[in-house]
């Protein structure tokens, strides 16, 4: 890590999450944060880390959070007041070896981004800032969805194999996965790429509300 640098330590994560309880519906706010305080790594090559840029953090909340796996390390990052300038320097400052993610940064962090893209020696015309939706159900509206199965597993990206569609059984899982979400205390979010309008218009028949465009990046 560069000279710039402060770790948030772990038993002050909970003072970083409860400045994000005022709004719920951020991917990168209180929910995020409240997964990892209580996520368990796999195993000893995995490690959460959170990043800040100043001894202020408690009170402009500015974090990056690096989650590295195996082969592939992810990266959140975002402020409730602090200077983007400074969460910026921060994401430079970051040192990551390999194959990683940027995930669900707003429209304000695409500069960010693009300079951290730039000071890794990359082509900017190479960056894609991959365009998603962000959907939300209210809780009090994940009740009313009827499910007639109960599927087993877990969810990340939903895909039906082409044979299989027209069927009921991409808003099926969707149902049985927003009901356990809510047994969570966690909000019901969905991101969809832009593009996808077949399963924008999924999401939107079953009274999912668009809230937000985040972006995705990928950095070699």
């Not at 939903?158 to 356990?180: C, I």
Request: charged share 20%.
């Amino acid at each position: 890590m560069g000279s710039t640098t402060m770790e948030i330590t772990r038993d002050q994560w909970a003072v970083l999450r409860d400045l994000y309880a005022g709004d719920r519906t951020s991917l990168t706010g209180y929910d995020l944060l409240e997964f990892f305080i209580n996520f368990q790594p796999l195993s000893d090559v995995e490690s959460i880390k959170i990043y800040t840029t100043d001894q202020n953090w408690s009170v402009h909340g500015s974090y990056i959070i690096i989650h590295k796996m195996t082969k592939v390390s992810f990266l959140y990052l975002d402020t409730i007041k602090g200077p983007l300038k400074d969460l910026g320097s921060l994401l430079c400052a970051i040192n990551i070896k390999g194959y990683h993610l940027i995930n669900a940064y707003g429209e304000d962090f695409k500069p960010l981004v693009e300079q951290y893209w730039l000071k890794r020696g990359q082509d900017l015309n190479k960056l894609e800032h991959q365009g998603t939706v962000v959907y939300h159900l209210p809780s009090s509206e994940v009740q009313n969805l009827k499910t007639e199965e109960s599927p087993h597993g877990s969810l990340g990206n939903l895909y039906v194999l082409s044979d299989h569609r027209r069927k009921g059984l991409g808003s099926m899982v969707v149902r049985f996965m927003a009901k356990e979400i809510l047994k969570t205390g966690s909000e019901v979010l969905a991101t969809v790429v832009l593009e996808n309008k077949s399963s924008r218009n999924m999401f939107e028949k079953m009274g999912f509300r668009p809230i937000n465009t985040l972006y995705w990046a990928v950095i070699p």
